[in-house]
């Protein structure tokens, strides 16, 4: 019984080292939001949201386990144009003046394979709460080659309906689906016992 204690205890410990959950916080430089909506039915007008922030918390063993909770400033928007910048700003469409950010919580992440997965939460958009649904990849993780940070990398998609979401305004010029397309890297959380030169 003696013997056999230590023989134990080397095949469980790697295993309780194995699945822990790390903090990664989203670098706003390299992610970027960008979304298609159909105009006149001619082509996709396509803007951009820049400079996100937020915590991810995951596993890569246990997907199941992971949280995320990211915001954005609405006044980011880029549909490359001033003027149309400011016109979907207004009340009748981002309405920023009521609420300048959006914000999106997971509440379930379902793993469907070992580098894919998806992510049911709550989007919070114009004072309302609404469902959203991403399907995410994991790009995989590497040390920074300049900052020597841990770096991990995801791609994520998610379809909007935006009269779902209360932008209502010229259903005759506009279409109804919004295809959303996220590049998100994270950085590794500092914490005390990380090896040196990963901090």
Aim: hydrophobic share 45%; charged share 30%; aromatic share 6%.
């Amino acid at each position: 019984m003696t013997r056999a204690l230590p023989a134990l205890l080397a095949l469980l410990l790697p295993l309780a080292a194995a699945a822990q959950p790390r903090d990664w916080v989203i670098d706003p430089v390299h992610t970027r939001v960008i979304f298609r909506v159909q105009h006149l039915g001619l082509s996709d007008a396509i803007g951009t949201f820049a400079a996100p922030e937020g915590r991810l918390r995951f596993d890569p063993d246990d997907w199941a386990s992971a949280t995320l909770e990211v915001s954005l400033a609405l006044d980011t928007l880029d549909l490359g144009e001033a003027d149309w910048n400011r016109r979907m700003l207004r009340r009748d469409f981002l309405h920023v003046e009521e609420q300048p950010r959006a914000r999106f919580v997971s509440r379930r992440i379902e793993p469907l394979d070992a580098d894919r997965f998806r992510v049911e939460g709550e989007l919070e958009l114009r004072g309302g709460t609404h469902p959203a649904t991403l399907d995410v990849r994991y790009n995989g993780q590497r040390r920074h080659p300049l900052t020597l940070r841990r770096t991990a990398g995801f791609s994520a998609t998610l379809t909007l309906s935006r009269s779902a979401l209360g932008l209502r305004a010229w259903p005759n010029l506009i279409g109804d689906a919004v295809r959303v397309e996220i590049e998100v890297e994270a950085k590794r959380a500092r914490r005390k016992d990380d090896d040196a030169v990963d901090e």
